[in-house]
């Protein structure tokens, strides 16, 4: 890899400018990794198993590479902007950014998301003992092949909904931080579309929550809690980022 190569792609009409900035993260769902150029990117440089291992120092030795690319390109934008990144106060813009992150981990949502990433990993080691009961009810099902029962579309739906709450189970934390980051920042673009998608991520999983209530009628109770969780995080995001929804992403709206 090299820059010349990097420059080629973000060229290339066929990607959507900047459309990995406001996504899900989620490349095995969505419909636009042949638009994406970091997605691209990823499948390129990323493709070799031993290259996705942490463990692997293929892994590392790539990201590196990366990084020393990356940091090439800096040097140069800057140079050619007339930026003297020898004369920045590196110090004082790193206190800034760390008041501006505390702050940010200090706002009322960020800390309910964070509530709501905690109850997750509760809710789910104290259900083990559910899903094996739910495994075998269905597994018996299936045996029998009983009437107007369907096992194998009741598995696929909870296992939906579990992939869904567990992807987006820290997301919603990561995303209001960077929407929140942007605000104390004046960043009001990249402010509003964090916060879209923050609370899409959100909406999903309150939908993907709702299924579990149906599939898991005796823990009813400990998910409706943690729907009006959610709903009372959804409107206090709303409220925080009142023009995120109207906010356009590119491609994706």
């Given at each position: 890899?090299?820059?010349q190569?990097?420059?080629?792609?973000?060229?290339?009409?066929?990607?959507i400018p900047?459309?990995?900035?406001?996504?899900?993260r989620?490349c095995?769902?969505?419909?636009f990794t042949?638009r994406?150029?970091?997605?691209?990117?990823?499948?390129?440089h990323?493709?070799?198993p031993?290259?996705?291992?942490?463990?692997?120092?293929?892994?590392?030795?790539?990201?590196?590479?990366?990084?020393?690319?990356?940091?090439?390109?800096?040097e140069?934008?800057?140079r050619e902007?007339g930026?003297?990144?020898?004369?920045?106060?590196?110090?004082?813009?790193?206190?800034?950014?760390e008041?501006?992150e505390?702050?940010?981990e200090?706002?009322?949502?960020?800390?309910?998301?964070?509530s709501?990433?905690?109850?997750v990993?509760?809710?789910?080691?104290?259900?083990?003992?559910l899903?094996?009961?739910k495994?075998d009810e269905?597994?018996?099902?299936?045996?029998?092949?009983?009437?107007?029962?369907?096992?194998?579309?009741?598995a696929?739906?909870?296992k939906?909904?579990?992939?869904i709450?567990r992807?987006?189970?820290?997301?919603?934390?990561?995303?209001?931080?960077?929407?929140?980051?942007?605000k104390?920042?004046?960043?009001?673009?990249?402010?509003?579309?964090?916060?879209?998608?923050?609370?899409?991520?959100?909406a999903?999983s309150?939908?993907?929550w709702?299924q579990?209530c149906?599939?898991?009628p005796?823990?009813?109770?400990d998910v409706?809690?943690?729907?009006?969780?959610l709903?009372?995080?959804?409107k206090k995001?709303?409220?925080?980022?009142?023009?995120?929804?109207a906010?356009i992403?590119?491609?994706l709206d």
């Amino acid at each position: 890899m090299d820059k010349q190569h990097i420059k080629k792609l973000a060229g290339d009409p066929n990607f959507i400018p900047g459309i990995y900035n406001y996504c899900d993260r989620w490349c095995e769902r969505c419909p636009f990794t042949s638009r994406c150029m970091n997605f691209a990117l990823s499948e390129e440089h990323f493709s070799d198993p031993q290259t996705r291992d942490l463990n692997n120092k293929a892994f590392w030795e790539k990201l590196s590479e990366i990084f020393r690319l990356t940091a090439e390109m800096v040097e140069e934008t800057a140079r050619e902007q007339g930026i003297d990144l020898d004369s920045m106060d590196l110090q004082a813009t790193q206190d800034e950014r760390e008041s501006i992150e505390n702050a940010a981990e200090d706002h009322e949502c960020c800390r309910a998301a964070k509530s709501y990433s905690e109850w997750v990993k509760d809710w789910f080691d104290s259900a083990e003992s559910l899903f094996e009961q739910k495994t075998d009810e269905l597994s018996l099902q299936a045996r029998l092949e009983l009437p107007e029962s369907d096992p194998a579309g009741q598995a696929s739906g909870i296992k939906d909904a579990v992939d869904i709450i567990r992807w987006y189970q820290h997301f919603i934390y990561v995303k209001l931080a960077r929407a929140l980051q942007g605000k104390l920042d004046d960043v009001a673009g990249d402010s509003d579309g964090s916060a879209k998608v923050a609370l899409i991520a959100i909406a999903r999983s309150i939908a993907a929550w709702g299924q579990m209530c149906e599939h898991f009628p005796q823990r009813q109770d400990d998910v409706l809690d943690i729907l009006v969780h959610l709903e009372q995080l959804r409107k206090k995001a709303q409220t925080t980022f009142p023009n995120a929804m109207a906010f356009i992403r590119p491609g994706l709206d």
